[in-house]
Protein backbone atom coordinates (compact mmCIF):
# COMPACT_ATOMS: atom_id res chain seq x y z
CA UNK A 1 0.00 0.00 0.00
CA UNK A 2 1.09 3.75 -0.21
CA UNK A 3 3.72 5.11 2.27
CA UNK A 4 3.98 8.06 3.99
CA UNK A 5 3.94 11.01 1.13
CA UNK A 6 5.49 14.79 1.59
CA UNK A 7 5.08 17.28 -0.78
CA UNK A 8 6.68 19.41 -2.39
CA UNK A 9 10.06 17.14 -2.11
CA UNK A 10 12.34 20.74 -2.46
CA UNK A 11 11.08 24.11 -1.35
CA UNK A 12 13.53 27.28 -1.92
CA UNK A 13 12.16 30.37 -0.86
CA UNK A 14 13.74 33.66 0.41
CA UNK A 15 14.14 34.94 3.90
CA UNK A 16 11.31 36.38 5.39
CA UNK A 17 8.84 34.17 2.97
CA UNK A 18 5.47 31.98 4.56
CA UNK A 19 5.55 28.29 3.50
CA UNK A 20 3.91 25.43 3.95
CA UNK A 21 4.55 22.06 3.69
CA UNK A 22 2.68 19.01 3.34
CA UNK A 23 1.91 15.56 5.23
CA UNK A 24 -0.38 12.64 3.85
CA UNK A 25 -0.02 10.09 6.96
CA UNK A 26 -0.41 6.38 5.90
CA UNK A 27 -4.13 5.81 5.61
CA UNK A 28 -5.86 4.58 9.07
CA UNK A 29 -3.05 6.24 11.15
CA UNK A 30 -4.39 8.23 13.60
CA UNK A 31 -1.11 9.64 15.27
CA UNK A 32 1.08 11.72 13.09
CA UNK A 33 4.63 13.49 13.78
CA UNK A 34 6.56 15.99 12.82
CA UNK A 35 10.66 16.06 12.55
CA UNK A 36 13.32 18.17 11.07
CA UNK A 37 16.68 17.04 10.05
CA UNK A 38 19.35 19.89 9.96
CA UNK A 39 23.01 18.55 7.58
CA UNK A 40 24.89 15.64 9.38
CA UNK A 41 22.59 15.23 12.13
CA UNK A 42 19.91 13.30 13.59
CA UNK A 43 16.05 13.81 12.97
CA UNK A 44 14.79 16.17 16.07
CA UNK A 45 11.11 16.53 17.04
CA UNK A 46 8.94 18.78 16.27
CA UNK A 47 5.05 17.92 17.27
CA UNK A 48 2.83 14.95 17.55
CA UNK A 49 -0.92 14.59 16.53
CA UNK A 50 -3.00 12.11 17.80
CA UNK A 51 -6.44 12.06 15.31
CA UNK A 52 -7.25 16.21 15.08
CA UNK A 53 -5.64 17.50 18.14
CA UNK A 54 -1.67 18.51 18.66
CA UNK A 55 -0.81 16.16 21.58
CA UNK A 56 2.63 17.22 21.94
CA UNK A 57 4.07 20.65 20.64
CA UNK A 58 6.72 20.86 22.71
CA UNK A 59 9.48 20.39 20.07
CA UNK A 60 8.64 23.37 17.68
CA UNK A 61 11.29 25.83 18.20
CA UNK A 62 9.49 29.40 17.95
CA UNK A 63 5.90 30.54 17.34
CA UNK A 64 7.18 31.06 13.91
CA UNK A 65 6.36 27.51 13.53
CA UNK A 66 2.84 26.05 13.56
CA UNK A 67 1.21 22.37 12.21
CA UNK A 68 -2.45 21.55 11.88
CA UNK A 69 -4.72 18.49 11.06
CA UNK A 70 -8.31 19.58 10.75
CA UNK A 71 -9.93 16.16 9.56
CA UNK A 72 -7.15 13.85 10.99
CA UNK A 73 -5.44 12.74 8.13
CA UNK A 74 -3.51 15.39 5.92
CA UNK A 75 -1.03 17.70 8.33
CA UNK A 76 0.43 20.48 7.09
CA UNK A 77 3.74 22.02 8.87
CA UNK A 78 3.62 25.89 8.48
CA UNK A 79 6.47 27.95 8.92
CA UNK A 80 6.19 31.97 8.82
CA UNK A 81 8.76 34.82 8.25
CA UNK A 82 11.58 32.18 7.23
CA UNK A 83 14.70 32.37 8.64
CA UNK A 84 18.32 31.28 7.15
CA UNK A 85 18.36 28.54 10.21
CA UNK A 86 15.37 27.21 9.24
CA UNK A 87 16.72 25.30 6.35
CA UNK A 88 16.64 21.50 6.67
CA UNK A 89 15.01 18.26 5.85
CA UNK A 90 11.15 18.37 7.39
CA UNK A 91 10.37 14.70 8.22
CA UNK A 92 6.39 13.13 8.98
CA UNK A 93 5.94 10.26 10.32
CA UNK A 94 2.98 8.50 11.04
CA UNK A 95 1.57 5.13 13.08
CA UNK A 96 -1.59 3.34 13.57
CA UNK A 97 -2.02 4.53 17.38
CA UNK A 98 -0.05 6.43 20.18
CA UNK A 99 2.22 3.65 21.33
CA UNK A 100 2.87 1.71 18.21
CA UNK A 101 6.31 0.20 17.65
CA UNK A 102 6.81 1.04 14.27
CA UNK A 103 6.99 4.78 13.60
CA UNK A 104 6.62 5.12 9.17
CA UNK A 105 8.40 8.07 7.82
CA UNK A 106 8.09 10.21 4.66
CA UNK A 107 10.82 10.73 2.27
CA UNK A 108 11.35 14.50 3.96
CA UNK A 109 10.88 17.78 2.40
CA UNK A 110 13.96 19.64 1.87
CA UNK A 111 13.57 23.59 2.67
CA UNK A 112 16.18 26.11 1.78
CA UNK A 113 15.85 29.75 2.63
CA UNK A 114 18.15 31.86 0.75
CA UNK B 1 14.44 9.13 27.73
CA UNK B 2 17.76 7.48 28.35
CA UNK B 3 20.98 8.68 26.58
CA UNK B 4 22.60 6.64 23.52
CA UNK B 5 26.14 6.47 22.39
CA UNK B 6 27.00 4.84 19.30
CA UNK B 7 30.44 4.95 17.25
CA UNK B 8 30.01 7.84 14.50
CA UNK B 9 30.88 5.14 11.56
CA UNK B 10 32.12 2.05 10.75
CA UNK B 11 32.72 -0.02 7.59
CA UNK B 12 31.65 -3.66 6.54
CA UNK B 13 32.84 -5.76 3.73
CA UNK B 14 29.77 -6.75 1.72
CA UNK B 15 28.40 -10.41 2.48
CA UNK B 16 30.09 -10.33 6.19
CA UNK B 17 28.08 -9.31 9.50
CA UNK B 18 27.78 -5.88 10.39
CA UNK B 19 27.88 -5.45 13.94
CA UNK B 20 26.43 -2.15 15.34
CA UNK B 21 27.35 -1.69 18.76
CA UNK B 22 24.86 1.30 20.89
CA UNK B 23 25.77 2.34 24.62
CA UNK B 24 22.75 2.84 27.19
CA UNK B 25 24.05 2.68 30.69
CA UNK B 26 21.27 5.34 31.97
CA UNK B 27 18.49 2.91 30.86
CA UNK B 28 15.28 2.50 32.64
CA UNK B 29 13.30 -0.82 33.49
CA UNK B 30 10.76 0.53 31.32
CA UNK B 31 12.60 1.04 28.27
CA UNK B 32 12.91 -0.46 25.28
CA UNK B 33 15.50 -0.24 22.40
CA UNK B 34 14.89 0.48 19.35
CA UNK B 35 17.11 0.60 16.06
CA UNK B 36 15.88 2.67 13.13
CA UNK B 37 18.32 3.34 10.13
CA UNK B 38 18.13 6.25 7.47
CA UNK B 39 19.09 5.49 4.05
CA UNK B 40 20.77 8.20 2.01
CA UNK B 41 17.87 10.58 1.05
CA UNK B 42 15.10 8.61 2.25
CA UNK B 43 13.20 8.73 5.94
CA UNK B 44 14.61 6.81 8.82
CA UNK B 45 13.03 3.11 8.19
CA UNK B 46 12.16 1.07 11.06
CA UNK B 47 14.22 -2.17 12.36
CA UNK B 48 13.69 -3.97 15.47
CA UNK B 49 13.30 -3.48 18.91
CA UNK B 50 13.56 -5.18 22.26
CA UNK B 51 13.30 -5.07 25.85
CA UNK B 52 15.69 -7.62 27.57
CA UNK B 53 15.67 -10.48 25.57
CA UNK B 54 17.44 -10.92 22.00
CA UNK B 55 15.40 -10.54 19.24
CA UNK B 56 15.27 -11.91 15.20
CA UNK B 57 13.51 -10.58 12.28
CA UNK B 58 13.89 -10.88 8.45
CA UNK B 59 16.27 -8.01 8.67
CA UNK B 60 18.38 -8.41 11.61
CA UNK B 61 19.05 -9.72 15.44
CA UNK B 62 19.61 -7.13 18.36
CA UNK B 63 21.39 -8.61 21.20
CA UNK B 64 21.15 -6.82 24.67
CA UNK B 65 23.52 -7.32 27.54
CA UNK B 66 21.60 -8.83 31.16
CA UNK B 67 22.23 -5.75 32.39
CA UNK B 68 21.04 -4.27 29.95
CA UNK B 69 23.55 -1.31 29.56
CA UNK B 70 24.26 -1.47 25.59
CA UNK B 71 23.07 -3.65 23.05
CA UNK B 72 24.33 -4.80 19.37
CA UNK B 73 22.45 -4.40 16.21
CA UNK B 74 23.77 -7.63 14.12
CA UNK B 75 23.13 -7.79 10.10
CA UNK B 76 24.48 -10.92 9.58
CA UNK B 77 25.34 -10.94 5.92
CA UNK B 78 25.63 -6.99 4.69
CA UNK B 79 25.38 -6.06 1.24
CA UNK B 80 25.82 -2.56 -0.57
CA UNK B 81 22.43 -1.41 0.41
CA UNK B 82 23.05 -1.68 3.89
CA UNK B 83 24.93 1.27 3.43
CA UNK B 84 23.28 3.88 5.96
CA UNK B 85 23.01 5.82 8.62
CA UNK B 86 21.74 3.37 11.72
CA UNK B 87 20.34 4.76 15.15
CA UNK B 88 19.79 3.50 18.52
CA UNK B 89 17.17 4.60 20.16
CA UNK B 90 15.71 4.15 24.08
CA UNK B 91 12.29 5.10 25.12
CA UNK B 92 9.59 4.00 26.99
CA UNK B 93 6.71 2.03 25.04
CA UNK B 94 4.03 4.88 25.81
CA UNK B 95 6.24 7.92 26.68
CA UNK B 96 4.31 11.04 27.13
CA UNK B 97 4.69 12.27 23.38
CA UNK B 98 5.48 8.98 21.78
CA UNK B 99 8.43 10.49 20.14
CA UNK B 100 11.44 9.72 18.84
CA UNK B 101 14.48 10.82 20.33
CA UNK B 102 17.65 10.52 17.39
CA UNK B 103 21.33 10.55 18.31
CA UNK B 104 24.12 10.76 15.69
CA UNK B 105 24.06 7.27 15.02
CA UNK B 106 26.35 5.49 13.05
CA UNK B 107 27.12 5.35 9.88
CA UNK B 108 28.04 2.31 8.13
CA UNK B 109 29.34 1.96 4.93
CA UNK B 110 29.48 -1.57 3.37
CA UNK B 111 31.72 -2.25 0.71
CA UNK B 112 32.47 -4.92 -1.91
Known amino acids: GAGVSQTPSNKVTEKGKYVELRCDPISGHTALYWYRQSLGQGPEFLIY????????DSGLPNDRFFAVRPEGSVSTLKIQRTERGDSAVYLC????????????FGPGTRLTVL | DAKTTQPPSMDCAEGRAANLPCNHS???????VYWYRQIHSQGPQYIIH???NNETNEMASLIITEDRKSSTLILPHATLRDTAVYYCIVRVALNTGNMLTFGGGTRLMVKP
Open chain 2, 50 to 52: GLK
Open chain 1, 93 to 104: ASSRYRGETEQF
Open chain 1, 49 to 56: FQGTGAAD
Open chain 2, 26 to 32: TISGNEY
